[in-house]
């Protein structure tokens, strides 16, 4: 078949009374699971443009940090809003989709498609896709913002923007005062998504809980309301596969040059809360370098024999000090530094490890509560085995089938017989607004009765209240098991 009749079906997909609805495929899922590869693949078999869909990759830099596919992987296949942006805006979600569908003109999607192209949208970030896809634009701070950028968790507090801790208290406060159910939904040091709720209050005079849990919410996901008749493909595989495959990922991109991408945009009191500096990878080095350029880079002895691992002077300035990073890091013996910087790795790795569990979780709330029509490829055999022919066999073959059923109308984005009914019920279900409270665990914090019980679930709560059992007694370990509810 050729690629005339495709697009054909594309721009015409049906003769009924109702004017069609443009055609569009969305391959969606966890960071590391070959989206953009199978993306450019099916270039090989259908007219494609490839849109991007990461709410990092937009941003102009850190190539290497947010693994942008490079020119000579991208197989001729145009790809459009891949590092298009400034690094020092934030590109929300309604920029995004203005970008593509410039009032409400459909743009960047009719573009691709008078050049009888079939449009690909391409990303993990969901609010990205769902802003492009639906009319029901909600605020970016109704879908978690933080899909591509680092967790924010107690002990990370002095990883955000400079902020005096009175200021940071007194805007939990407020907005508590003003909305204590949207307070509840977040922790109190999550300052970047405080800001957001009020900022959305101060902009609309809405409270955010109202907004959450309104009808706005019930239309944003429904499928009968998209601009575009969809076919979702969602890339995955199983998470102790995914969880290999990225930290491997982050060690080659250090050794491809993240440490130099990173130095080169480090800034003492730099707000981690915007733009392109949000990106897991970016302020998960922040107290390394603040200790290491402080220090020049070079005044940490290292004690060995070997020259290879001793470090330069620092009169030829940055590239000297990007080279000891580098040296520091090979060398078989620990110093300051070093240890700052092995743990900056490795929170960059437990930081894409969560990323990748908020992704699969969000995709799977798109397809249980507003009933997406999604089509899952499982590269596990092919990411283990790093075989082209596996990845072709299980990945590419399927995944072309399944366009070009949709591109022939039997499959779309239509919800089958199974699809929810009562959206705003299983909203309302979720259990994201209650507060949990850990005695047991200094205070903490849990949102939502799902993250209390995998917290229960966690290894540091059950070790603490083992201990508590041994020193206190069952019945005041029981009691301290039992959380405050807010």
């Not at 443009?49 to 937009?58: G, H, K, L, T, Y």
């Not at 977040?186 to 849990?213: C, D, F, T, V, W």
């Not at 072309?400 to 699809?419: H, N, W, Y």
Request: aromatic share 6%.
């Amino acid at each position: 078949m050729d690629s005339r009749t495709e697009m054909k079906k594309i721009r015409n997909p049906s003769n009924g009374e109702h004017k069609p609805k443009p055609k569009v495929v969305v391959i969606m899922g966890p960071t590391g699971s070959g989206k953009s590869r199978l993306a450019i693949d099916l270039g090989s078999h259908f007219p494609v443009e490839v849109i991007n869909a990461d709410s990092m990759q937009v941003y102009r830099g850190l190539d290497v940090l947010t693994n942008k596919v490079p020119l000579d992987e991208q197989k001729g296949i145009l790809h459009h809003l891949l590092g298009a942006m400034s690094p020092n805006v934030e590109f929300t979600a309604k920029e995004f989709r203005d970008s593509a569908i410039p009032n409400a003109d459909f743009q960047l999607i009719d573009d691709i498609l008078s050049r009888n192209c079939l449009p690909v949208i391409v990303g993990g970030t969901n609010y990205y896709i769902q802003a492009l896809i639906s009319p029901f634009l909600l605020d970016d701070t109704v879908e978690d913002m933080d899909d591509n950028c680092s967790s924010i968790s107690p002990g990370d507090a002095e990883l955000c923007c400079k902020m005096d801790d009175d200021r940071r208290s007194d805007s939990y406060n407020h907005l508590k005062s003003i909305d204590p159910i949207a307070a509840n939904r977040i922790h109190p040091n999550n300052h970047r998504k405080i800001n957001q709720y009020l900022s959305l209050y101060a902009r609309s005079g809405i409270l955010p809980s109202e907004l959450l849990q309104g009808k706005a919410v019930e239309n944003w996901g429904k499928v009968d309301n998209f601009r575009y008749n969809c076919c979702f493909i969602c890339m995955d595989a199983s998470l102790p596969v995914l969880d290999q495959y990225v930290e491997q990922r982050v060690d080659c991109m250090v050794d491809a040059g993240l440490l130099n991408e990173v130095y080169d945009i480090f800034n003492v009191g730099t707000d981690y809360t915007q733009g392109l500096l949000q990106a897991i990878g970016v302020r998960e080095f922040q107290k390394f370098l603040r200790d290491y350029i402080a220090k020049d880079g070079c005044n940490h002895e290292i004690h060995s024999t070997d020259a290879s691992v001793t470090l330069k002077s620092v009169d030829t300035g940055d590239n000297i000090l990007k080279e000891n990073m580098r040296v520091m890091l090979k060398s078989p013996y620990d110093c300051k530094p070093k240890i700052l910087l092995k743990e900056a790795i490795d929170k960059v790795k437990l930081n894409t490890r969560r990323l990748i569990r908020r992704q699969r979780r969000r995709i799977i709330r798109l397809q249980k509560l507003f009933g997406w029509d999604i089509h899952f490829m499982d590269a596990t055999e092919s990411i283990l085995s790093k075989s082209d022919d596996i990845w072709a066999e299980q990945v590419v073959e399927p995944a072309t089938k399944i366009v070009r059923s949709f591109l022939d109308q039997e499959v779309s984005s239509m919800p089958g017989k199974e699809a929810p009914n009562d959206t705003r019920t299983k909203l309302l279900e979720r259990g994201l607004w209650t507060q949990y409270i850990c005695k047991a665990c200094g205070d903490r914090v849990l949102r939502g009765a799902h993250e209390w019980e995998q917290h229960k679930q966690g290894r540091s709560h059950r070790r603490r209240i083992l201990k508590l059992r041994k020193s206190q007694g069952l019945s005041s370990t029981e009691q301290l098991q039992q959380p405050e509810q807010n």
